[in-house]
């Protein structure tokens, strides 16, 4: 929610000590009640689940058919003659771009297992490498864009350095905090070493979904299509492999937040009420019954994410234009609507309690409204740095697989390094995604019962609950400005009248 607009703004206007709200029980769901009995599991969103295999299996043979139609021949299966074009000369083999992609997949999987292994020691740097270079490599490939002279491209990357620019100037002073959480998410992570062989595994299952990916993707590059035709066509397999890798990636967000969940609850990994095969149970119930729900979520989350990061830092700057500003909070409140619906907190409600995905959501979003949590979730940059880590790496993946197909075939140079950034992000994504499942672990089990953070770690609740308070305060303060603005208001618009 915004910092002036919240639907609990009565709440928050009156003056709420931090240790009245961190000092009592906070609970949708209370916690002890997984102790003494797991809640009964059913399958949830069965429709997306059905929507998403057939999705899978009809993109798995039509990829298949693109590829093979010019593997070592061309036109084998006789497919150039839907295209209705002549055959260009520059038409290519399978083969020619196939190891294109093949770099790229390294690259990802590389960069993807560096950041697991160098979880515990170096992640600190590496997300402060992510926030502070990520600009600079956007502007440096914006230059060269223009240099190849390719000036969409170019125009694209400068955009989305200034938008990069401009965002972290307009949360600079939240990153300190974001930092304090990230640094007890990989703390929490590093102590459950299956975490990481679990992202292993799912990084693993995507490489082997993006060799027939690839091989379809190589296959459109090849053909003899117009350039216009090909481009809606890649378009079309990215937007299918963006889900595909957003299902695996909040899949590992679900049994990373479950089994997260259990250690908060159960006073530590090692506890004798700990269930056994804690970890197989949490990744039997993600990939059947709450798969589901994984599917739908997957499908909107990252783009509503998105955007209202943005709208959030280009609020906050906006200053006294009452008429930009007036636009800015239409566009707010439209996003800030459905997030109610579709926000990451849900996949932690989807591990613990096994609920639909619309119904945790909505579930969750109340439980930090009504806790007040909400305005501490609002302050966390957490989600963006790491999302800065994804782009970053998608990024030095496009740019292996560029660089080889500007050598190789200068015209194809776009279409190859853009997709290989899509590839790249995916994979490293499932690397980013174990650290901010135990985020997202950590502000709901703080909103539920704020003891489970006390007894994990005492030192981080007390800076929790002193930033809650700061934030409520906050609050409070611009709500009484805006109150008291809009009571000034009328008063001269009444003396006016007279």
């Known amino acids: ?12 206007g009156s003056a709420v000590a931090a240790d009245e709200i961190v000092g009592r029980s906070r609970r949708s769901s209370d916690p002890g009640q997984i102790l003494a009995s797991p809640p009964s599991r059913h399958w949830r969103d069965v429709f997306w689940l059905v929507i998403f295999l057939i999705h899978l299996f009809g993109f798995g043979l039509i990829l298949g058919v693109l590829g093979l139609n010019r593997f070592e021949k061309s036109d084998r299966l006789n497919l150039d003659k839907y295209t209705r074009v002549p055959s260009h000369s520059d038409a290519g083999l399978t083969e020619e771009y196939w190891p294109l992609y093949a770099v790229a997949g390294g690259a990802g999987t590389l960069l993807g297992w560096m950041w697991l292994l160098f979880l515990g020691s170096q992640a600190n740097h590496m997300m402060k490498v992510s926030v502070h270079i990520l600009t600079t490599y956007l502007a440096v490939i914006s230059v060269l864009c223009f240099w190849g002279e390719r000036f969409f491209c170019g125009v694209a990357f400068a955009v989305g350095a200034a938008l990069q620019f401009l965002y972290v100037i307009s949360v600079i002073d939240r990153l300190p905090f974001t930092m304090l959480v990230l640094q007890k998410a990989v703390k929490m992570v590093w102590n459950l070493p299956e975490v990481s062989r679990i992202a292993y595994l799912f990084m693993l299952v995507m490489l082997l979904w993006m060799v027939i990916w690839s091989f379809g993707a190589a296959g459109v590059i090849a053909s003899s299509m117009d350039d216009g035709k090909q481009w809606w066509l890649i378009m079309v397999l990215s937007v299918s492999l963006f889900w595909t890798g957003a299902v695996l990636c909040n899949t590992v967000h679900v049994i990373v937040s479950g089994l997260v969940f259990l250690v908060l609850i159960h006073g530590g990994r090692q506890s004798l009420s700990m269930p056994q095969n804690s970890l197989l ?13 994984i599917c739908y979520g997957s499908l909107f989350t990252a783009a509503i994410r998105t955007l209202r990061w943005e709208i959030r830092g280009f609020r906050s700057k906006i200053g006294n234009n009452e008429c930009l500003l007036c636009c800015v909070d239409f566009l707010f409140n439209l996003v800030e609507t459905l997030v109610r619906f579709f926000n990451k907190y849900a996949y932690v409600q989807i591990a613990v309690y096994g609920k639909s995905f619309n119904h945790s959501a909505r579930d969750a979003w109340e439980l930090f409204q009504s806790t007040g949590v909400e305005a501490l979730v609002a302050y966390d940059c957490s989600g963006a740095v790491l999302l800065m880590g994804t782009i970053l790496g998608g990024l030095v993946t496009g740019t292996c697989a560029g660089v080889w197909a500007w050598f190789k075939s200068n015209d194809r140079v776009v279409m190859v390094g853009s997709t290989s950034m899509l590839m790249g992000m995916v994979l490293v994504g499932v690397g980013m995604a174990v650290v901010e499942s135990a985020v997202t672990s950590i502000y709901v089990c703080f909103a539920e019962d704020p003891q489970l953070i006390h007894r994990w770690d005492a030192e981080f609740f007390n800076q929790l609950s002193e930033m809650l308070h700061q934030r409520l305060q906050h609050r409070s303060a611009r709500v009484t400005e805006v109150l008291t603005h809009n009571r000034f208001d009328g008063r001269i618009r009444n003396t006016f009248s007279v």
Request: overall charge negative; charged content about 10%; aromatic content about 8%.
């Open 1 to 12: 929610m915004s910092d002036s607009q919240s639907s609990s703004s009565p709440e928050l």
């Open 281 to 293: 149970n949490t990744l039997r119930y993600a990939v059947t019954t709450s798969f589901g729900s």
